[in-house]
């Protein structure tokens, strides 16, 4: 897989492709930058999302979320460890045994 980008750099791609003059392509600007077409479109949509222009989640909402769920792993696999734990805890005090 190819090395990213900086951002930086796509940034600097985005706002000359947001600024281009009337009659200007994506397909030109992304060549004179050296990427491609679709990925210009990628960038300009992410960065639509980012500036509030168009609905989705941002990056910062995707770490988020994903340190949520990771949390939420980790809180199940506690869970079920003292599930365990009440369970063998109880057949040990069983009458009879």
């Known amino acids: 897989m190819p090395k990213p980008y900086p951002k930086e750099f796509r940034d600097d791609v985005v706002r000359v492709a947001r600024n281009r003059e009337p009659g200007v392509h994506l397909k030109q600007i992304a060549a004179d930058f050296g990427i491609s077409e679709s990925c210009l479109t990628n960038w300009m949509k992410t960065a639509d999302v980012e500036d509030g222009v168009k609905p989705g989640t941002t990056a910062v909402e995707n770490a988020e979320l994903r340190e949520a769920k990771k949390r939420i792993r980790l809180l199940e696999q506690e869970n079920e460890v003292l599930r365990r734990a009440a ?9 009879g045994k």
């Open 87 to 95: 369970a063998y805890l109880s057949q040990a005090n069983l009458p």
